[in-house]
């Protein structure tokens, strides 16, 4: 039986891609299995033709692409800045003969190749949450919020600290920013052969975290978020001193998340389904995916695990300060993710394939493969 520490040799062609297609068992079975429970909801909902797995295809040599121009790069500067070798290009022929392998190009391919089925039947799934329960937890939210942050809304508490336009336009700045780090880290992630466990578990926890904390999650507890509220609920707009404020800030510093916010809302009254569409605000998402990524940094390098740490708490401070999110979305999202990281570990040690290779401590200098 082939195990995730008895490594297929250079030239393996006939036994490396049944090695790559066991290591990748589970991440196959959770891909196929949200499809088919996503066409089950269109199915049961009476729109079947509202589930597309081809969104984002149109991205997929694209993102190839992207994959190795940012884990290049990265894996330049690491050389330039921490190895510093005698000879720079030599050392990067050396090293590029070193990791280079058909094993690492399929598992690569094939994780690549996988999310964008996976992100499209997500994006479908969540521009469906409306017409499986319509939008009505935002006033218990408000109401929770309220409370546990002793009788004052969290935007204002934090009005003091980050409402200036010029702090405004950084945070956002730093909000957009995920995208590119999150990316990045799967760029990273589906090149990486250091250790299979740990980036199996990566792998799985974000999937899992976008299926049940994104979906099934986001439709029980179906809400829309501050920036919404008021045009959801009809309510007093507890919110529009906030949005007010950000209108205002636009004038001088770029909000971006204005203009995204707009196109969303316009997605959701024209009913489109497509790239970056869907509203759903509980939990957040920004959040769960950071915290999957700080989960990771902290199992590689104390420095990356306290840096991607810093960007969480900014996302969570963005989150709020933009108008996306209630405090409570973020909270839900880090302890559901938790509990989601530490199952996945669970249960990776329990198959063979990965059994020898549970993450190493923490080390102070990780390794780039």
Not at 177 to 199: D, E, K, T, V
Not at 253 to 270: C, F, P, T
Request: proline letters at 5%; a positive charge.
């Amino acid at each position: 039986m082939l195990t995730a520490t008895a490594r297929l040799p250079l030239g393996g062609l006939a036994q490396a891609p049944l090695g790559v297609l066991r290591e990748h068992l589970w991440l196959l079975g959770l891909v196929l299995a949200y499809v088919l429970a996503a066409w089950v909801l269109a199915w049961s909902h009476d729109v079947p033709g509202r589930i597309s797995l081809s969104i984002y295809s149109d991205q997929l040599l694209v993102r190839y692409a992207f994959c190795l121009g940012i884990v290049g790069l990265g894996y330049l500067l690491h050389l330039m800045l921490l190895v510093r070798p005698v000879r720079l290009f030599r050392a990067l022929g050396d090293d590029l003969r070193r990791l280079v392998s058909l094993e690492r190009l399929l598992s690569a391919v094939l994780v690549l190749s996988l999310l964008p089925i996976f992100t499209s039947a997500f994006t479908s799934v969540k521009v469906l949450i409306p017409v499986v329960r319509p939008f009505d937890w935002d006033t218990t939210f408000v109401a929770w919020d309220f409370w546990l942050h002793g009788g004052h809304h969290p935007w204002e508490l934090l009005q003091p600290l980050l409402g200036t336009p010029l702090v405004t336009h950084l945070l956002n700045v730093v909000y957009h920013l995920w995208f590119f780090l999150i990316y990045g880290i799967i760029c990273w992630q589906a090149l990486s052969r250091s250790n299979p466990f740990l980036r199996m578990q990566f792998f799985l926890s974000t999937l899992l975290a976008w299926a049940l904390l994104g979906s099934l999650a986001a439709t029980v507890f179906s809400s829309v978020g501050p920036c919404y509220f008021g045009r959801v609920t009809g309510l007093p707009d507890p919110f529009a001193p906030l949005m007010a404020y950000l209108e205002a800030t636009n004038e001088s510093y770029r909000i971006w998340a204005l203009d995204v916010q707009e196109l969303l809302w316009k997605g959701y009254q024209d009913g489109v389904t497509g790239q970056g569409t869907g509203i759903a605000a509980m939990p957040s998402l920004h959040i769960g995916a950071m915290v999957v990524s700080l989960l990771l940094g902290w199992r590689i390098h104390r420095g990356l695990g306290w840096a991607l740490s810093l960007f969480t708490l900014l996302i969570f401070l963005g989150s709020i300060h933009l108008g996306w999110h209630y405090a409570i979305d973020g909270y839900a999202a880090l302890l559901g993710t938790l509990a989601i990281w530490y199952a996945v570990g669970w249960l990776l040690r329990r198959d063979p394939y990965f059994r020898a290779d549970r993450p190493a401590p923490i080390r102070q200098q990780g390794a780039a493969g």
